[in-house]
């Protein structure tokens, strides 16, 4: 169904996944995943503070949902987040959203994302960054993009430099209240130009960008 609000009926298409908008419906539809847990014990933490998907079940799912509620009604054209849901073969298996700051005046984004810990190792999270890096230059006209991981978080390291990012320096936050250093990536309009790939499509754009202040 259509929304009247245009943020809510943007997708990206590729030949493997769907990007769908994170609308009240995906949303539900992720939940069981999001209570299956996101985060795998043993292996590195991912997110930095404060994040949601470390909290324990129910609670995890509720603040989960209200970040995200509270984050689709600050969009304007100082600041927004999009947030998209992951679909593999229409089934929903993460997000991936794209986050700018004073985007007219600075043309810059950075993305997060996550995906559930089945689906993970299958190319899914390189596959919804380059979409959503198509969003962001074909679309939306962007300048640069940028992205962080901490330093052990190999597999979103990894996807940053096979799309052409470099390395821009480190940061340090939090991760459960414990200091850890981040890597920072940088991708060019031209280096993104270079990789562009023919075989990815949107919807709904056009309408979007009057909401985003472009």
């Given at each position: 169904m259509t929304s009247v609000y245009p943020?809510?009926?943007l997708a990206v298409r590729t030949p493997r996944?769907?990007?769908?908008?994170?609308?009240d419906e995906m949303l539900e539809r992720l939940v069981p995943v999001v209570r299956a847990g996101v985060v795998v014990e043993g292996e590195p933490l991912p997110f930095d503070d404060p994040m949601s998907l470390y909290q324990d079940s129910p609670a995890r799912e509720w603040n989960w949902m209200r970040r995200i509620w509270s984050g689709r009604s600050r969009i304007d054209d100082g600041y927004w987040r999009l947030y998209f849901v992951v679909c593999d073969d229409g089934e929903p298996v993460g997000m991936q959203d794209l986050i700018a700051d004073d985007f007219t005046a600075l043309g810059t984004v950075h993305s997060f994302s996550w995906?559930?810990?089945?689906?993970?190792?299958?190319?899914?999270?390189?596959?919804?960054?380059a979409a959503i890096l198509h969003l962001a230059f074909a679309g939306f006209g962007a300048r640069e993009?940028?992205?962080?991981a901490f330093a052990d978080n190999h597999a979103s390291n990894r996807v940053s430099e096979a799309l052409g990012y470099l390395r821009n320096g480190t940061n340090w936050a939090t991760r459960r209240g414990e200091p850890a250093e981040l890597i920072r990536w940088r991708l060019t309009r031209d280096a993104w130009a270079a990789r562009?790939?023919?075989?990815?499509?949107l919807s709904g754009v056009e309408e979007c960008r009057p909401v985003l202040g472009l």
């Open positions: 943020p809510l009926n996944i769907t990007l769908a908008a994170a609308t995906l559930a810990p089945p689906v993970r190792g299958r190319g899914l999270g390189r596959e919804a960054r993009a940028g992205s962080e562009r790939r023919s075989d990815i499509e």
